[in-house]
């Protein structure tokens, strides 16, 4: 069998989310698992450290690729990421789905697609989803 090396990498910096929320590594896991499983993934193991007096890390490893967050509490901020390899995995839902979590005052975000030829640089077009 042979597998494509296409893939899309989506970064996003949320700045003005709110502090407990992001010094909560039990939530953001819970709610990690869920933005892959949005976006049609497979997770395959899960790793969330919180730690002191401040921040959390949560990477969600894919069969995919992965999901992480890295959060900044005291400044408000998260560093999210989010790589898939295939075309059947689009792991700008898992984002957006952690953009209607994190509701952030301001977002700057990338999209690279990779594994082709030359990195692509696209900018994302961010969306609220509604959470069920």
């Not at 069969?63 to 995995?89: M, N, R």
């Not at 984002?95 to 696209?122: C, F, N, T, W």
Request: with cysteine; glycine share 6%.
């Amino acid at each position: 069998m042979e597998y494509s090396t296409f893939g899309r990498h989506v970064a996003v910096d949320a700045w003005g989310v709110d502090f407990d929320l992001l010094n909560n590594a039990e939530m953001l896991q819970a709610h990690m698992v869920e933005a892959a499983e949005a976006c049609g993934a497979t997770v395959l193991s899960v790793q969330a450290k919180q730690f002191e007096p401040q921040g959390a890390t949560v990477l969600v490893l894919l069969s995919e690729s992965h999901l992480s967050i890295h959060t900044y509490p005291e400044k408000g901020f998260a560093a999210l990421d989010c790589y898939t390899c295939g075309e059947t995995v689009d792991p700008q839902l898992a984002i957006d789905y952690m953009m209607s979590v994190l509701k952030p005052e301001k977002v700057h975000a990338k999209k690279l697609v990779r594994g082709i030829g030359e990195l692509q640089v696209i900018e994302p077009e961010l969306k609220q989803v509604e959470l069920v």
